[in-house]
């Protein structure tokens, strides 16, 4: 059964639950929910710290596929707690493809009932520019 843009929106908002543990850090600011091409879900949160030490929510969901051995992401979310969603950064668009290239088909959701190709959002990854300069 495959999951829906609005259940992995829901999901990654769910997890998206603001806690500050100290002045200078928060925790789940941001949360992510990824679905792998085997039909499992993962799920993430931001940790923001002072001396840039923290990561985005779909590090953590990563992370999270990884530790399952799994490496190849179907669609992705990252949202606030509202569902607001956000799409992923330059840092995290690379963590996508650097985790398995094949993951350049990876779907975005950039909006409710939209998402996009990782290769449209990295159409030039750095691997590419090394080349050209070789």
Same mark, same amino acid.
């Given at each position: $059964?495959?999951?829906?843009? !609005?259940?992995? /929106? =829901? &999901?990654?908002?769910?997890?998206?639950?603001?806690?500050?543990?100290?002045?200078?850090?928060?925790?789940?600011?941001?949360?992510?929910?990824?679905?792998?091409?085997?039909?499992?879900?993962?799920?993430?949160?931001?940790?923001?710290?002072?001396?840039?030490?923290?990561?985005?929510?779909?590090?953590?969901?990563?992370?999270? $596929?990884?530790?399952?051995? !799994?490496?190849? /992401? =179907? &669609?992705?979310?990252?949202?606030?707690?509202?569902?607001?969603?956000?799409?992923?950064?330059?840092?995290?668009?690379?963590?996508?493809?650097?985790?398995?290239?094949?993951?350049?088909?990876?779907?975005?959701?950039?909006?409710?009932?939209?998402?996009?190709?990782?290769?449209?959002?990295?159409?030039?990854?750095?691997?590419?520019?090394?080349?050209?300069?070789?």
């Amino acid at each position: $059964m495959e999951i829906s843009n !609005e259940e992995l /929106i =829901k &999901k990654a908002a769910e997890v998206a639950k603001l806690k500050k543990v100290s002045e200078d850090v928060r925790i789940g600011d941001v949360g992510c929910a990824l679905v792998t091409d085997n039909g499992n879900i993962h799920l993430g949160v931001s940790i923001h710290a002072c001396c840039g030490i923290g990561f985005c929510g779909e590090h953590s969901a990563i992370a999270s $596929m990884v530790t399952n051995k !799994e490496y190849k /992401i =179907k &669609k992705i979310v990252a949202t606030t707690g509202d569902g607001t969603i956000l799409p992923p950064c330059g840092r995290c668009r690379e963590m996508i493809y650097e985790i398995n290239e094949e993951n350049l088909d990876t779907e975005i959701i950039v909006e409710k009932d939209k998402t996009v190709r990782l290769k449209e959002l990295l159409p030039r990854r750095w691997q590419e520019t090394w080349d050209l300069e070789s």
